[in-house]
């Protein structure tokens, strides 16, 4: 493509780079710029060398998982052999026991034992009275959570662990927020789930669901990102990192000209289509002349968290069979950790393995200023107590910080977005797309499921609509059935 005309794609997470890729099998015209020095956004894996050894890690444990048969197609398609099934292990770390996750009602039940499991049952009645009989309203998050499991066991792992991650307090949260990770699931399911287990026959108990196996990329999952960009290069097409857009100019109806900086070298683009998927307050922020003063008091209100990362090599074969570990407990600074080699056994060398440990912060907060010493100090004196690992086994550690990591869904967001989207739906030649452009928690198949219904809109010269992408709100650890 030459700067007039064609579509410019602005990011190269998984829904741009989808976006791409559709574009480029209808043969259509296309450059992609993206301002980070690899594609794959918040799905792309970091390699780091330890002397002769090479570690390789996903920003945080990425299993990919979807209700849409085409993109198992696409994926396994792009990957062949390097798209394996990996057996599930994943747990929660609590006052020194681990639960499975999805949680096994049995195993929790033992592990908490009589007296806990009978206020967290006396605690659920009590929650059907006040919200089913009584009609309590149901506000925000905690109220949503307490309605359906009481306030023991909302408290135990779902509540405080959810305060850990958005860092406010559950009551200033939207209900969405459980709508979207959490619908679905109730008491009554947990012991459904229970008694199916007692009651099939150990023949059909053996089928797996997308809960137990998930699909993941032999070298990371930024395989995905790395191997779409290799195929858009060999296809002729631009892809640009080290490159963001200074300046977006419309008329009101069409975005005109954009102003890019790429790797110091300032461009201009006069794009027919424009897909992007930067935040969507700073792609705002571009906009020139800029949007009316009610928009940007409503982007003024789009707040993020953000994330802060050590990645530990160690000199040790193995630490846990899990790819992730959840730790809830307020008192412990970090949420989650994840051991790579877990996923795929090439992610660390022979005889090694590695750790990545995910602290939730807001920038320039305590957390987010520490230094990796001081952060590694952090994690080995929870780590070692618990026999973990040992501090002599540790061969190196990285931080990693990443901003904007998770869209916060306070009780008001869907009010300002909406201003926010009326405006942008104005322009008939730009897409919005992605977790950072819709605001939207998406994980990677709705970001690319977004990239690919902005290229077929294109393609096909109809918009289709992607707002409704993963609206279809349900359990998210459900799974779909596998044949
Ligand atoms: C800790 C963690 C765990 C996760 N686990 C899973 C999981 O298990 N399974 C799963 O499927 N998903 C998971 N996800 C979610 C997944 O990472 C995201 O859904 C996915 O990366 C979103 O893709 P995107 O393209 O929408 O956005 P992004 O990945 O954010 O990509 C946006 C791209 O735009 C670029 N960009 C931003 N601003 C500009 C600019 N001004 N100019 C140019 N480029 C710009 C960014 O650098 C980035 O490359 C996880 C995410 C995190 C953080």
């Not at 993109?71 to 062949?80: A, D, H, K, P």
């Not at 006396?122 to 109220?143: C, G, H, M, S, W």
């Not at 990329?217 to 779409?228: A, C, D, N, S, V």
Request: charged letters at 25%; aromatic letters at 14%.
């Amino acid at each position: 493509m030459n700067k007039q005309g064609g579509t410019l794609i602005i990011g190269a997470g998984p829904a741009g780079l989808a976006a791409a890729s559709e574009l480029a099998k209808a043969k259509k015209e296309l450059v992609v710029i993206e301002k980070a020095d690899q594609v794959g956004g918040l799905s792309k894996t970091y390699t780091f060398q330890e002397g002769e050894f090479i570690f390789r890690t996903d920003n945080g444990p990425h299993r990919f998982f979807s209700q849409n048969p085409y993109l198992y197609q696409f994926l396994s398609t792009l990957l062949q052999e390097q798209w394996l099934e990996v057996n599930r292990q994943t747990r929660q770390y609590i006052d020194g026991k681990f639960y499975d996750y999805p949680v096994r009602p049995l195993q929790a039940l033992a592990n908490i034992g009589p007296a806990k499991a009978l206020s967290f049952i006396y605690q659920y009645v009590t929650a059907q009275i006040q919200y089913k009989l009584l009609r309590k309203p149901i506000k925000n998050f905690e109220d949503y959570i307490i309605a359906h499991f009481g306030k023991g066991l909302g408290r135990f792992n779902m509540i405080n662990y959810t305060e850990k991650i958005w860092g406010v307090p559950a009551s200033t949260i939207h209900a969405d927020w459980a709508k979207q990770r959490i619908k679905g699931l109730s008491i009554g399911l947990l012991i459904k789930a229970t008694l199916k287990g007692f009651l099939q026959p150990l023949k059909t108990r053996q089928v797996r669901s997308l809960v137990d196996v998930f699909y993941y990329p032999e070298y990371g999952t930024g395989l995905i990102y790395e191997k779409i960009k290799s195929q858009l290069i060999d296809q002729g097409h631009q892809i640009y990192t080290n490159s963001h857009p200074t300046a977006i100019h419309h008329d009101s109806k069409r975005i005109t000209k954009v102003m890019v900086n790429n790797s110091g070298v300032e461009e201009v683009y006069e794009p027919d289509q424009l897909i992007e998927s930067i935040p969507i307050e700073s792609f705002l922020k571009l906009l020139t002349p800029a949007p009316p003063i009610e928009v940007q008091e409503a982007a003024s209100k789009v707040k993020y968290r953000d994330q802060v990362y050590l990645f530990i090599t160690l000199d040790r074969d193995q630490v846990t069979r899990d790819q992730w570990i959840y730790f809830p407990e307020t008192k412990i600074p970090f949420g989650r950790i994840s051991e790579m080699k877990n996923f795929s056994q090439k992610m660390s060398p022979l005889g090694k393995t590695s750790l990545f440990v995910e602290f939730f912060c807001f920038k320039d907060d305590e957390i987010w200023n520490k230094s990796k010493e001081e952060l590694l100090e952090l994690t080995m004196k929870y780590l070692e107590p618990w026999k973990f690992c040992q501090r002599s086994e540790v061969l190196g550690c990285h931080l990693i910080k990443q901003e904007k990591v998770y869209p916060i869904y306070d009780t008001n967001y869907q009010d300002y977005l909406s201003i926010i989207k009326n405006y942008l739906n104005q322009f008939s030649n730009l897409y919005y797309i992605g977790r950072p452009g819709r605001f939207r928690y998406t994980n990677q198949d709705h970001s690319l499921e977004m990239g690919m219904l902005a290229a077929r809109s294109i393609i096909d010269n109809q918009r289709y609509n992607i707002e409704d992408v993963g609206k279809e709100q349900e359990y998210y650890e459900r799974g779909i059935w596998k044949k």
